[in-house]
């Protein structure tokens, strides 16, 4: 896939924290007993191939838009972002820190990024991100693909880290993936 590079750190549970955040994630959002109807349906073996995952993925995204609404897809796969081996904290934090440094001015703060490459920009009130690089390890050896159903959770994630970061609720929405075909991911995030 273009623009996929493996993370630094691959965990040995990846496929038990994916099914675990899955399952809590479809009982958060819908019901535990639709959570065990599709955990029973979608097993996905430890230490599974690139290419089994990418399988899995395929077949996850597939049931989840079969079976429910666009909005709860969305909240469902939200709810399932990762924490990048512990770093999502450390990096928020970080990122808090430069934030406050820049007496919380969101245009220096963008351009404090964008010095730095991040081809970041301010639209209307609302900030966009952008990834180069897509590093989730299920998608190693995905194809690509029109759904977003499964970059959702890149927008739970990213809703976190500004969360953190502005210290108020925000607003996530992924606009395109790399997934998709395009250079690189665009998300909104409204205040």
């Known amino acids: ?38 955990m029973a349906e979608l097993p996905l073996a430890i230490n599974s191939t690139p290419d089994i995952r990418a399988e899995w993925v395929e077949k996850l995204s597939a049931v989840l838009e079969n079976s429910f609404d666009e909005k709860t897809v969305k909240n469902i796969r939200q709810g399932c972002h ?57 998608l190693e050896r995905a194809k690509s693909s029109n759904s977003l159903t499964w970059c959702h959770c890149t927008a739970g994630y990213s809703k976190k880290l500004f969360e953190i970061i502005f210290e108020r609720t925000v607003h996530t929405e992924i606009i395109q993936s790399i997934r998709q075909g395009y250079d690189y991911c665009l998300l909104r995030i409204k205040f």
Request: glycine share 4%; charged share 30%; net charge negative.
């Open 82 to 138: 990762c924490n990048e081996n512990g770093r999502l904290e450390d990096t928020a934090n970080n990122l808090r820190q430069l934030y406050f440094s820049l007496d919380k001015n969101l245009s220096r703060f963008v351009n404090a990024l964008n010095e730095e490459g991040a081809g970041w920009f301010i639209k209307d009130d609302q900030l966009y991100t952008k990834m180069f690089l897509c590093e989730c390890p299920m």
């Open 1 to 38: 896939m273009k623009n996929f590079s493996m993370p630094e750190y691959v965990s040995p549970t990846l496929e038990t924290d994916e099914l675990t955040r899955l399952k809590h994630s479809l009982e958060k959002n819908v019901s535990r007993e639709a959570a065990e109807s599709i």
